[in-house]
């Protein structure tokens, strides 16, 4: 028995819509996915968005700060930046 590519030609065809048939028919019947998302992380999320919202800069610090440098009266403690120094490297 001799087996050439022609013969084969539409069996392969025929094969290959059935499974395109059958791939399109699952597609449509398995719908949207779906995400459910729990209420703790609902929580997380938006206290991670106050969190985002604060500002990173103490600005009544600042300004007090500010203040005692045009007045003259800021005062650095050089014991205290020190140890700040020292502790870092620690």
């Known amino acids: 028995m001799k087996i050439d590519g022609t013969s084969l030609s539409p069996v392969g065809s025929v ?3 059935n499974r395109v048939g059958q791939v399109k028919g699952k597609a449509l019947s398995q719908g949207a996915d779906e995400v459910a998302v729990s209420e703790k992380a609902q929580v997380y999320q938006a206290l991670l968005q106050k969190v985002k919202e604060i500002s990173d800069v103490r600005e009544e610090r600042v300004r007090t700060l500010a203040e005692q440098i045009a007045n003259g009266e800021f005062q650095v403690n050089a014991q205290k930046v020190a140890e700040k120094l020292l502790a870092q490297d620690i």
């Open 15 to 17: 094969q290959a819509t």
